[in-house]
């Protein structure tokens, strides 16, 4: 992910935010403390069809380097999938709130190998027909802070920590001989973000968050990005649907029980309901 799109994007949601929120941030304040604008607490259930492209490195553990692998071309794991998303969102005053979120994706494929692949410490010989999978399940929570947050318009600025608990594995036949190949790993993935909202009208939100961090600890080096749109109508005060576009990608390399590299990313939308409650 190119940084300069990264610092752009900023750049359009903080000054679209603040060129908004000018015309409307509370006078007294106050107001803007004792009176929580938006509801308390949020539910938002979704189906959320995203397009994914992910590649593997797992390297041996005698140190042989192992093949950069396009999981859906060369594993025949799908490109798209339909998946459930979760947020939940709890406001403390108009200032000070906690959002958590989970969704989980398994994808499986069986093929037969083109070309010969070290996958960790197996060879995928050509023609050798074998199963394989990549499982990602994606949970955490964030603390936001609300720079203003008015009837109209609210930004501000979110820490906090994502889990990505993955787990990438093949079994290759050849000759009547079987061999398999697993890595799996709890990411922890710190995050630093924006996000706003808008009220175009009363019953029509238009909400957006940009998350990301760059990564360079002991076990793991890499980048992280996650950006979000959405649109949606309230029907009734407890009740709005609406449709999202999320981008997320990750590209990270590790030093654990093993070496090597994983580079994920999905873009897609999402339909989905949103409870409220005050």
């Known amino acids: 992910m190119d940084f300069r799109i990264i610092v752009l994007t900023l750049r359009v949601l903080l000054v679209t935010a603040f060129f908004i929120g000018s015309f409307n941030f509370p006078q007294n304040s106050t107001d803007s403390t004792s009176k929580i604008y938006d509801s308390r607490i949020q539910l938002t259930f979704g189906l959320f069809i995203p397009s994914i492209q992910s590649k593997a490195q797992i390297?041996?553990?005698?140190?042989?380097?192992?093949?950069?692998?396009?999981?859906?071309?060369?594993?025949?794991?799908?490109?798209?999938?339909?998946?459930?998303?979760?947020?939940?969102?709890?406001?403390?005053?108009?200032?000070?709130?906690?959002e958590g979120y989970y969704y989980a994706l398994n994808r499986s494929g069986s093929s037969v190998s083109?070309?010969?692949?070290?996958?960790?410490?197996?060879?995928?010989?050509?023609?050798?027909?074998?199963?394989?999978?990549?499982?990602?399940?994606?949970?955490?929570?964030?603390?936001?802070?609300?720079?203003?947050?008015?009837?109209?318009?609210?930004?501000?600025?979110?820490?906090?920590?994502?889990?990505?608990?993955?787990?990438?594995?093949?079994?290759?036949?050849?000759?009547?001989?079987?061999?398999?190949?697993?890595?799996?790993?709890?990411?922890?993935?710190?995050?630093?973000?924006?996000y706003n909202r808008i009220n175009i009208i009363d019953n029509l939100i238009f909400r957006s968050n940009v998350d990301m961090f760059a990564l360079n600890i002991k076990r793991y080096d890499g980048v992280l990005f996650d950006f979000g749109i959405s649109l949606e109508y309230k029907f009734i005060n407890l009740l709005s649907a609406g449709l999202s576009y999320n981008v997320f990608s990750l590209n990270v390399n590790y030093d654990t029980n093993r070496t090597g590299s994983i580079n994920y990313a999905h873009k897609g939308f999402m339909f989905f309901g949103k409870l409220y409650f005050n």
């Not at 005698?62 to 025949?76: C, D, P, V, Y």
């Not at 459930?84 to 709890?90: K, M, Q, S």
């Not at 995928?124 to 936001?144: E, I, M």
Request: no cysteine.
């Open 114 to 194: 083109r070309d010969s692949i070290v996958f960790g410490n197996i060879v995928l010989r050509v023609n050798s027909s074998f199963d394989a999978y990549f499982n990602a399940t994606l949970f955490g929570g964030k603390y936001r802070y609300s720079i203003f947050n008015g009837e109209s318009v609210e930004a501000g600025f979110s820490v906090g920590l994502s889990f990505l608990d993955i787990a990438l594995g093949a079994e290759v036949t050849l000759l009547n001989q079987t061999a398999s190949e697993e890595y799996s790993d709890l990411l922890f993935l710190p995050v630093l973000g924006f």
């Open 59 to 98: 390297n041996s553990n005698a140190g042989r380097i192992g093949t950069i692998i396009n999981l859906e071309t060369a594993f025949s794991l799908p490109e798209t999938q339909n998946l459930f998303r979760f947020n939940g969102l709890y406001r403390f005053n108009s200032n000070h709130s906690v």
